[in-house]
């Protein structure tokens, strides 16, 4: 609590009548024990008395959460590996249960053209689905003490 003094004009001077219970300090109280007290001030020579009922208070252990990381979610891909055939020739792409044949049927138009059969094989990689990991907020409780 801060008292204030209003109306008047100079310097302000503090003094507590029993400074075991309140101290002043600028107008600040700071409460010491239980008790009352009569906290006075003094502007030109006029005295000003404001009495202060200092009560018991009880320390209180409080706790409060503090996070030392973030909940968050990771989604992480499921792939699936499927090969195609891909032509040298022409570039064309087979994929699929019935490649091979498919290839072979169009490797033959190449062949009675003269033009060869070759082909290469790759992987493809397909995402068919996420996995999804829940990872809760970690922490951990605080105590503090305040008085009530």
């Given at each position: 609590?801060?008292?204030?003094?209003?109306?008047?004009?100079?310097?302000?001077?503090?003094?507590?009548?029993?400074?075991?219970?309140?101290?002043?300090?600028?107008?600040k109280i700071?409460?010491?024990?239980?008790?009352?007290?009569?906290?006075?001030?003094?502007?030109?020579?006029?005295?000003?008395?404001?009495?202060?009922?200092?009560?018991?208070?009880?320390?209180?252990?409080?706790?409060?959460?503090?996070?030392?990381?973030?909940?968050?979610?990771?989604?992480?891909?499921?792939?699936?590996?499927?090969?195609?055939?891909?032509?040298?020739?022409?570039?064309?792409?087979?994929?699929?249960?019935?490649?091979?044949?498919?290839?072979?049927?169009?490797?033959?138009?190449?062949?009675?053209?003269?033009?060869?059969?070759?082909?290469?094989?790759?992987?493809?990689?397909t995402i068919?689905?996420?996995?999804?990991?829940?990872?809760?907020?970690?922490?951990?409780?605080?105590?503090?003490?305040?008085?009530?």
């Open positions: 609590m801060v008292l204030s003094v209003t109306g008047g004009t100079g310097k302000i001077g503090w003094k507590s009548s029993n400074s075991g219970i309140a101290k002043v300090d600028n107008g700071i409460a010491v024990k239980a008790g009352q007290t009569t906290i006075t001030a003094i502007q030109n020579g006029k005295k000003m008395n404001c009495t202060v009922t200092v009560s018991e208070k009880q320390r209180v252990e409080k706790k409060r959460w503090v996070v030392t990381k973030e909940a968050r979610t990771v989604n992480t891909p499921i792939y699936e590996r499927v090969g195609y055939i891909e032509c040298l020739i022409c570039g064309e792409i087979f994929q699929g249960d019935n490649m091979g044949e498919e290839y072979d049927a169009h490797e033959s138009n190449h062949l009675k053209n003269d033009e060869g059969g070759q082909y290469t094989v790759k992987p493809w990689d068919i689905g996420w996995e999804v990991t829940e990872y809760p907020e970690e922490g951990y409780f605080e105590s503090y003490w305040v008085y009530e």
